[in-house]
């Protein structure tokens, strides 16, 4: 009757490793997908700051012309009226 009794508490303990081992094995499985996946994450974050950047990089480069060609616009524009006014002058004096 002892032997039975310790017999039935080994096989539930050996039951209970084995789960706990399959248990453990499925979270280190688990784990190293996770793992994978942040690394995979970290990789493509990384990328999206670079093209950032660039893209920050370009804007700026963008504004830059694009106030140089308001300020050379305006200066043109003058210069056009300017060329207006003389003529007008040219012609008066005719």
Not at 62 to 67: G, I, V, Y
């Amino acid at each position: 009757m002892e032997t039975k009794r310790a017999l039935k508490k080994l096989t539930l303990l050996e039951e209970r490793i084995s789960q706990t081992t399959e248990r453990f094995s499925h979270l280190q499985d688990r784990y190293e997908a996770l793992q994978k996946q942040k690394s995979f994450l970290e990789r493509e974050l990384d990328d999206l700051r670079s093209a950032n950047q660039e893209l920050n990089q370009r804007i700026h480069h963008l504004k830059s012309t694009n106030e140089e060609n308001q300020s050379s616009f305006n200066k043109e524009e003058v210069r056009k009226r300017i060329d207006r006014v003389l003529e007008k002058l040219g012609e008066l004096q005719l």
